[in-house]
T-cell receptor, first 112, second 113 residues
Framework: DAGVIQSPRHEVTEMGQEVTLRCKPISGHNSLFWYRQTMMRGLELLIYFNNNVPIDDSGMPEDRFSAKMPNASFSTLKIQPSEPRDSAVYFC??????????FGQGTRLTVV | AQSVTQLGSHVSVSEGALVLLRCNYSSSVPPYLFWYVQYPNQGLQLLLKYTSAATLVKGINGFEAEFKKSETSFHLTKPSAHMSDAAEYFCAVSETGRRALTFGSGTRLQVQP
């Protein structure tokens, strides 16, 4: 398996624009996680899905953030409108009942 | 609620020296504990995990960690550091049945020649 695939790897956008981050989990994994990494706050869980259903979205910063998982092989994290303080590395991870979480390479988002 | 504290944001050792990275956890239920490593501009890679089997856990690249319930600790060690071990290391905890991870703040390991 190619592992967890995230796209794009880098995104630079202007404040106010919509940003969509994409994730393809490992085939057969039924849990998917979105994390954000910043210098100030470290690694934070934003949201996680189990069997495509959001289980815990308490880490989503505000209404500008939304995440979807329309099927077992795809998830998106959308920020609309984006702000400079959203600049961070966003990681997607997936796991199954019997495995630990495997992480993607991350998307480095810069909002100018 | 669960949390992880990593003592020391930066640790520097000489090549060949012992590596000790500290992690203390807080959890209201028996925890699952993990150590992940992150190389520059990369995702996180699992080093090892504790899931209530043996208290001494061996991982990849010669690392191991010991779960000590009485001390609520899960420190990471390696007998002899290698230059390629330079990276950031994260301790993480999850509660049984909930696979989302709570991470510590990370420890950056430098290995001096």
């Amino acid at each position: 398996d190619a592992g967890v695939i995230q796209s794009p790897r880098h995104e630079v956008t202007e404040m106010g624009q919509e940003v969509t981050l994409r994730c393809k989990p490992i085939s057969g994994h039924n849990s998917l996680f979105w994390y954000r990494q910043t210098m100030m706050r470290g690694l934070e869980l934003l949201i996680y899905f189990n069997n495509n259903v959001p289980i815990d979205d308490s880490g989503m910063p505000e209404d500008r953030f939304s995440a979807k998982m329309p099927n077992a092989s795809f998830s998106t994290l959308k920020i609309q409108p984006s702000e400079p303080r959203d600049s961070a590395v966003y990681f997607c991870a997936s796991s199954s009942e019997s495995t630990e979480a495997f992480f993607g390479q991350g998307t480095r988002l810069t909002v100018v | 609620a669960q949390s992880v504290t990593q003592l020391g944001s930066h640790v520097s050792v000489s090549e060949g020296a012992l590596v000790l990275l500290r992690c203390n956890y807080s959890s209201s239920v028996p925890p699952y504990l993990f150590w992940y490593v992150q190389y520059p501009n990369q995702g996180l890679q699992l080093l090892l995990k504790y899931t209530s089997a043996a208290t001494l856990v061996k991982g990849i690249n010669g690392f191991e960690a010991e779960f000590k319930k009485s001390e609520t600790s899960f420190h990471l060690t390696k007998p002899s550091a290698h230059m390629s071990d330079a990276a950031e290391y994260f301790c993480a905890v999850s509660e049984t049945g909930r696979r989302a991870l709570t991470f510590g703040s990370g420890t950056r390991l430098q290995v001096q020649p």
